[in-house]
């Protein structure tokens, strides 16, 4: 799964902004991730409760929308199900003055912990390795970031993208915890 296979990111922010939904592109891919990472039962179904709640189905404008985070939603879905786990945080692109990377990242981690939150505490605890209840830590503190004073430096970059790449592993380890058979004792997994 590759980039391409998304939907145009300003597009999609666009068609969201038109019909005032008060989430971002990135959050509405993370909410995805987070329910097939947790595999919450009827993940299409929790998918459409999410995200299309406030939508009017007879009007032109919310069809455009749902039609592009359909998109959004197959293309995540597909991604996470390919043997190769090829997701692709979905970002708006560098010259993106009004939703700048940093606040991307930040509400990637709000979505994906709203997505996972759906599948239930107790039975993420039961399911987690040690290295996945600490991602999920982490995740809650990306998601509390204060991204109001983005620069452009540098050392500001690398770390944009470090966390960029943390939150795409940090999924997969999660999933991986949430999808493994445990037949006798509880299996443990790195971040590298």
Known sequence: MSVSDYPD???????????????????????????????????????????YADL????????ECRTCLDSLYRATSEAMQG???????????????EYRLGMALRD??????????????KAASARLSQEGREALQDFYEIG?????????DEDEQA?????????RVAAMLIHEDMHARQPSGEVSHEIH
């Open 159 to 167: 770390a944009i993208a470090e966390i960029e790449e943390y939150l």
């Open 9 to 51: 990111y300003i597009a999609c922010l666009d068609a969201m902004r038109r019909c005032h939904l008060t989430f971002s592109p990135s959050e509405a891919q993370a909410v995805a991730v987070g329910l097939l990472a947790g595999g919450v039962g009827g993940p299409d179904q929790h998918w459409a409760t999410a995200m």
């Open 56 to 63: 009017d189905p007879d009007d032109a404008l919310a069809q």
């Open 83 to 97: 043997l190769d786990f090829g997701l692709q945080l979905f970002l708006p692109p560098g010259d993106c003055e």
């Open 144 to 152: 509390n970031l204060d991204v109001s004073e983005e620069s452009s």
């Open 108 to 121: 990637w981690a709000q979505g994906f912990l709203y997505g996972f939150g759906l599948v239930g505490e």
